[in-house]
């Protein structure tokens, strides 16, 4: 064990700190000014106060009128057609309880839009996705914008949800706030079987009905998708980044240790909102950033995150770059084997020590920092521990020294891979991000002519056309980045790529929009910045160019002069925008950053700061 910082871990933090200096200093200032000590709701003029208080009963409302006691404001994601946020409809009553007893008051301040990217792939709903990160955020927001409260609880899981909640709450960070999570579902149809029914329909070899029997017996259940994508990548950041109870982020729905967890988020946010404890845009710093980079890499997480970490961090005044990601690449080890990255779901992963063997391990190995502030206290090795129950009562006791299935999490002394799963590849075309993790040793790198395309439909025609038989190729998806439409997902071209590869094609795929977090064994070069619609290279290339795509030389190349081409192609414009509400966000569409800023409509909390490349050119 050692607790010598891994030297490529301090530079990074190093020159974070230094690049972030002016925007942090920024960001802190404003916060300290909005601190205020003694109940929030005690600034409010009567008139004010008074709807506050209103639709309150018995005893809470002649609390929230006349008394010291803190108020938290719940904010939950909650509708009962997502599976894994329908959990979170009983948590309210529960969480106030909990609170009560801990000696506050709580209300439900707002909610929040939650979509699902599972429902909405491969349609015009999906290019709303990314975008609802920061309604969300602005929903957050609103809720808080009543300073009727003290300290906030967050109600959320997947996607887009949980950064969302996270920005809107540092725009508030002032106030302590406790992330409540809800669990995954039980293990159901192995992710293998369930990749091995989508590709045979792909490929035309089983029915309809097949494949959704096989999907509603992975997704068969409340609580959180069991792969290990964006929404549970979520969970295991913030816990990582102390914003969590330790251990709490795996344990499934309707058991008492959930139940437990809860109510005890609530009495950790009434100390919190009681004591001295800093706000969460204080706890929220360099040091956690990082580490939450640490833990998606050591994890083989989402690639969503390389576009929300970074956005998160602005939010907070740190200037975050895909080069300290590539950087903490080359040095944190892969630890974790979960589907797509491997057999396992998550409740393997949690099974085999999860969260706090991870923790424990990467603490040893000096890559992550435990001298940060956590809804628990100070110190990241509170989080090597896990719950449970003793005769009804809730504890912490240490977490297993070992991990008790080597073939779903290992120590970082004896890792999947020297190197975690996220690579940066930048060349004429661009800057892009490569989740290696599940990608082959022999398919990282991948030089074939380009098939181009503009939509992800028109490749998908020209698939089962078998137009793309037999031949090697990059397919080109261009004008899919966030000023064009949104940057939607295109997990559903992995099921066809994946024939193909397997048929012994060599294949690639290049985009300025995202796959999935569950996005697999194709290589896949993603979020290409700039982007097609902005005039970005992708928009000068044409089918035969020769693309080269070495994900582990960090290579992104063209055999062609593209300086002198004229674009081709456009996004959509006037009516192709009508219908599912895409018309709604046209403001979003013509203001919205470029994803290795985090794809963000927000500017950075300061004044005045002068821009920062966070590319190396």
């Known amino acids: 064990m050692t607790e010598e910082l891994h030297p490529v871990l301090a530079e990074v933090t190093q020159r974070l700190v230094e690049r972030s200096a002016a925007t942090r200093s920024a960001y802190l200032d404003r ?234 988020a609530g009495a950790v946010g009434v100390r919190r909102a009681a004591g001295t404890a800093p706000g969460i845009g204080e706890l929220v710093d360099e040091k956690v950033v990082l580490n939450a980079c640490v833990a998606l890499l050591a994890s083989g997480g989402s690639t969503n995150h390389t576009l929300h970490l970074v956005a998160i961090a602005r939010a907070a005044g740190i200037l975050l770059t895909w080069d300290d990601l590539a950087d903490l690449s080359a040095v944190v080890p892969l630890l974790a084997r979960v589907y797509p990255n491997g057999a396992a779901d998550v409740n393997h992963f949690h099974a085999a020590g999860g969260v706090g063997f991870l923790v424990r391990t990467l603490l040893d190995a000096g890559l992550l920092h435990e001298d940060v502030e956590t809804i628990v206290g100070r110190g990241l090795r509170r989080y090597s521990t896990e719950p449970v129950l003793v005769d009804g009562e809730l504890s912490w006791r240490p977490g297993p020294a070992e991990s008790l299935d080597l073939e779903v999490l290992r120590p970082a002394t004896a890792p999947f891979s020297a190197d975690g799963g996220v690579k940066v590849v930048r060349g004429p075309l661009g800057t892009g991000v490569v989740k290696t993790s599940a990608v082959a040793v022999e398919h990282r790198t991948v030089s074939a002519p380009a098939r181009v395309f503009d939509d992800q439909h028109d490749f998908l025609l020209a698939f089962a056309n078998g137009e793309l038989d037999g031949i090697d190729l990059v397919a080109v998806i261009r004008y899919q980045g966030p000023a064009a439409n949104g940057m939607p997902e295109l997990h559903k071209l992995t099921p066809a790529l994946g024939v193909l590869q397997d048929r012994g094609q060599r294949v690639a795929i290049v985009t300025d929009g995202r796959m999935s977090g569950a996005s697999g064994k194709v290589p896949a070069a993603i979020h290409v910045t700039p982007e097609a619609a902005l005039g970005g290279p992708l928009s000068r290339i044409r089918d035969g160019d020769l693309v080269t795509l070495d994900a582990d030389a960090g290579v992104l190349t063209v055999a062609a002069d593209l300086a002198g081409r004229p674009a081709v192609g456009a996004a959509p414009a006037g009516d192709a925008w009508a219908g599912t509400g895409r018309e709604l966000f046209a403001a979003f569409r013509a203001t919205v950053g470029p994803a290795d800023q985090g794809a963000s409509i927000f500017p950075v909390p300061a004044a005045a700061s002068p821009e920062v490349p966070l590319v190396r050119a």
């Open 31 to 264: 916060v300290r000014a909005a601190a205020v000590r003694g109940p929030a709701r005690g600034r409010l003029a009567c008139a004010n106060l008074a709807h506050g208080f209103a639709a309150a009963e018995g005893p809470a409302k002649a609390e929230l009128a006349h008394g010291h006691k803190p108020n938290l404001a719940i904010v939950t994601s909650y509708n009962d057609m997502l599976s894994a946020h329908q959990p979170y409809g009983a948590y309210p009553p529960v969480l106030k309880d909990a609170v009560i007893r801990a000696g506050g008051l709580a209300q439900v301040a707002g909610g929040v839009p939650a979509m699902c990217d599972g429902i909405t792939q491969g349609r015009d709903g999906m290019q709303l996705s990314l975008y609802s990160r920061d309604v969300i955020a602005m929903s957050t927001a609103i809720a808080l914008s009543h300073d009727m409260f003290d300290a906030a609880l967050l109600l959320g899981v997947c996607d887009k949800i949980v950064p969302g909640l996270l920005i809107g709450a540092l725009s508030f960070g002032h106030l302590p706030t406790v992330f409540v999570p809800a669990g995954p579902m039980a293990s159901g149809l192995p992710n293998g079987e369930k990749a091995r029914v989508r590709q045979a329909y792909a490929e035309g070899k089983v029915g309809r009905e097949e494949l959704l029997e096989a999907e509603a017996a992975s997704y068969h259940s409340r609580g959180t998708c069991t792969f290990y994508g964006t929404a549970n990548s979520n969970q295991l950041l913030m816990e990582v980044m102390g914003l969590h109870l330790p251990g709490s982020s795996f344990v499934n729905p309707d058991s008492p240790l959930r139940e437990a967890l809860t109510r005890e």
